[in-house]
């Protein structure tokens, strides 16, 4: 895998055990027919590849994926506009409460684990910030990169009010505060990924499945927060990148679940292909997206006490 792979000195490396059970599709039901599913634009590159992988396995199952933000994923899946979506985040209290209200019958499966990943230019010299340092800097309260003068003001780029990488910022970092009055609103990763890599005082925020084979083009940040240190060597504090081991473990404080919610009834497609994300070959997928499979049997190893930089 050579997105995210630690290298020979790394803390830690993740890998996948082929050997447990497979919760794959046992009826020609589930794998038959066509299925559109709302994906939140975060991790669309990653499910797209799952469905790919779903139908090449499945010659007669054809799966829509459409890319859109989570918000109108969600509030079409209210609506019973769409059946399923998958998003990179949890139902939030509002969204449950229509649904409970309507007295709306769905299901939620975990299917991964994902995380949003800090960038800068990559010739910006800044390799880690405390989690209070991106919330001075996201917020407006420092302007200027710190320990970099040349860098000037910060140039925030944020994804749309409505991403799910928008709403986990606000509840992990902000913690109720505003964007700066000076942030800019990009919508689509890609396009907010291209403003920072041509852009050198930038800093923007995207999912890591946004990342596969371009992480090199950017400086991702590692962020560290207080009382999290990987073992008894290191000290408490340190900095950890989005990489799938301190993914995993937690040691990265910006996690986020890729969850697929449904409400089929029936034993069609829709089961179908959920069972496939959950199984051998989807959550393969997953990993070599960059993202942590959580239905399969992970094993980290330890290499070294090193702290990853």
Not at 81 to 92: G, K, P, T
Not at 150 to 168: A, H, K, L, M
Not at 281 to 295: A, R
């Amino acid at each position: 895998m050579k997105h995210f792979m630690l290298p020979a000195s790394a803390f830690l490396m993740l890998l996948l055990l082929l050997a447990g059970c497979a919760r794959e599709p046992g009826s020609t039901t589930l794998t038959k027919g066509a299925l559109r599913i709302d994906c939140d634009e975060a991790i669309y590159p990653a499910l797209r590849l799952v469905a790919e992988e779903f139908h090449s396995q499945y010659p007669d199952a054809r799966v829509d994926v459409r890319s859109v933000e989570a918000r109108e994923a969600t509030a079409n899946f209210v609506n019973d506009s769409v059946h399923v979506i998958a998003i990179a985040r949890s139902l939030n209290a509002e969204e449950r409460n229509t649904l409970a209200a309507a007295k709306t019958w769905f299901e939620e499966y975990h299917v991964a684990q994902s995380a949003i990943a800090i960038l800068a230019h990559k010739d910006n010299p800044v390799k880690e910030l405390r989690v209070g340092q991106l919330d001075s800097i996201l917020s407006g309260s420092v302007t200027a990169w710190p320990g970099w003068k040349p860098g000037g003001n910060v140039d925030i780029v944020v994804s749309d009010v409505n991403s799910s990488t928008n709403e986990v910022l606000r509840a992990l970092v902000l913690r109720g505060k505003k964007f700066a009055l000076s942030a800019s609103i990009i919508a689509g990763s890609g396009n907010l990924m291209e403003h920072v890599r041509s852009t050198r005082n930038a800093i923007g925020v995207a999912n890591v499945a946004w990342l596969k084979g371009a992480d090199q083009e950017f400086r991702v940040i590692g962020l560290s927060r207080p009382g999290v240190a990987a073992d008894s060597t290191q000290s408490i504090g340190k900095a950890y990148s989005p990489i799938q081991g301190y993914i995993y473990k937690g040691y990265y404080p910006l996690s986020t679940p890729v969850n697929i919610y449904t409400r089929e009834l029936n034993r069609d497609i829709s089961l179908g292909f959920i069972s496939f994300a959950n199984g051998v070959y989807g959550q393969k997928v997953f990993l070599n997206s960059g993202l942590v499979p959580v239905t399969m049997p992970v094993r980290l190893i330890q290499l070294t006490s090193e702290q990853v930089k």
